[in-house]
């Protein structure tokens, strides 16, 4: 692919280097290369987590993760039940793929 994207710019070069590379064919004649969005999107994301407004670290979880899995893998986190000595939260505000936040 690169061969193909250094075309424009240095088409003699590109031509050299696809004919070392085995290339058959002229890179000039051959397709541009199609964007594929499904490539770029990360199956998982990390969420950084706050308790009462300290960020105390991070949370691996799957990108279409619902509400009440997040919380639930949150509050089950060392560093939260550390942070809540035992008490029940007041509120867990989840923003949806950037911060949780645990209020005590």
């Known amino acids: 692919i690169l061969v193909h994207l250094i075309a424009p710019v240095m088409p003699h070069l590109a031509e050299e280097c696809w004919q070392a590379l085995g290339g058959t064919d002229l890179v000039a004649e051959r397709p541009w290369p199609v ?14 987590v706050q308790v009462n407004g300290k960020k105390r670290g991070d949370l691996t979880i799957a990108r279409d993760a619902d509400q009440g899995a997040v919380e ?9 039940q550390k942070a809540l000595e035992g008490k029940a939260p007041r509120k867990v505000i989840i923003v949806p793929q950037r911060i949780v936040n645990v209020v005590a």
């Open 35 to 48: 964007y594929d969005p499904s490539l770029v999107v990360d199956s998982e994301i990390v969420l950084p």
């Open 72 to 80: 639930k893998a949150v509050l089950a986190l060392d560093f939260v």
